[in-house]
């Protein structure tokens, strides 16, 4: 079973950014659907982005389409959150998420695997 481990969040202004990585081990990650979501404190866990195993698929929430993109390198086995114009709202702990799956989901019910996760505060 693959293991993954984020890195990159961080305290940022309002405006800025950030980009988060989730390193894959143990693990066939080329085939692996990735996702992202974010939990707030007192919140339940939201669908943030998602990519298929080639990279050609992509999904966002509403909220984060035209500032996030998310990315993947399988030679590094390696998926990416690029934040931009980050807002306070996006104020969470962000994991990855694994699926041994040819499509991208956006439930959390779906994924079988995660990171520990990673701060991202954004300050207004």
């Known amino acids: 079973q693959v293991h993954l481990a984020e890195s990159g969040g961080g305290f940022v202004q309002a405006g800025g950014s950030l980009r988060l990585s989730c390193a894959a081990s143990r693990g066939t990650f080329s085939t692996i659907v990735m996702g992202w979501f974010r939990q707030a404190p007192g919140k339940e866990r939201d669908f943030v982005a998602g990519?298929?195993?080639?990279?050609?698929?992509?999904y966002y929430a509403d909220s984060v389409k035209g500032r996030f993109t998310v990315s993947r390198d399988n030679a590094k086995n390696t998926v990416y959150l690029q934040m931009n114009s980050l807002k306070p709202e996006d104020t969470a702990d962000y994991y990855c998420?694994?699926?041994?799956?040819?499509?991208?989901?956006?439930?959390?019910?779906?994924?079988?695997?995660w990171g520990q996760g990673t701060q991202v505060t954004v300050s207004s």
């Open positions: 998420a694994a699926r041994r799956s040819v499509r991208v989901a956006t439930s959390a019910l779906d994924y079988d695997t």
């Open positions: 990519i298929s195993w080639t990279g050609g698929t992509t």
